[in-house]
């Protein structure tokens, strides 16, 4: 089985200022993928960013980047130059194969920014 | 191209009632799969196609859920006998053909049960 953990149930941040939002996983699997998904009001779940476990390179997505850190199955998202339509519900989740395919999500992040 | 479509938006319905929850996925998809988001938690998966077969049922809570997929596109999540607890938003993603593949989710169907 595999597990999601984000310790910030709520964080907030200056507009244009940057925060890191936190996570950390656990899976027996050698091969995973691990996202960010972004879910505003509408309630629409947004993909933000993907990384696969075997690259060491850190993904980026112009504003938004990740700290992988895989031995310490970590998994941080960091915004740069926060904007107002970043507020949202952020949820971290893990796909490591098996025979369903799903994710596993985090409880998620809830991140306000202030004007 | 159009995104992963659900209806209703909105459900409200009385306690023991049955309910229909339509996902219509992005067009040539493969995989279609089905999450449960109550109120504070995280999303719940339920159930994941493969096509038109439902290789991983092991989410659905209780066997008064049951989902089925037709032609490989739309999907039907049906609630039978619904109770309070039933009461969440439904979320159904899709994605090219399961795997590592992105999964794509639509604005989900917010159930509410009385």
Redesign the interface.
Known sequence: AQT?TQSQPEMSVQEAETVTLSCTYDTSESDY?L?W?KQPP??????VI?Q?AYKQQNATENRFSVNFQKAAKSFSLKISDSQLGDAAMY?C?C?S?G??????????TLLTVNP | GAGVSQSPSNKVTEKGKDVELRCDPISGHTALYWYRQSLGQGLEFLIYFQGNSAPDKSGLPSDRFSAERTGGSVSTLTIQRTQQEDSAVYLCASSSSGRAETQYFGPGTRLLVL
Do not use: C, D, P
């Open positions: 999601v993928y996202f998904y509408s309630r629409q779940m947004i993909l993907r696969e949820f989740a796909y194969g025979s369903n395919y799903k994710l596993t999500f985090g409880k998620g």
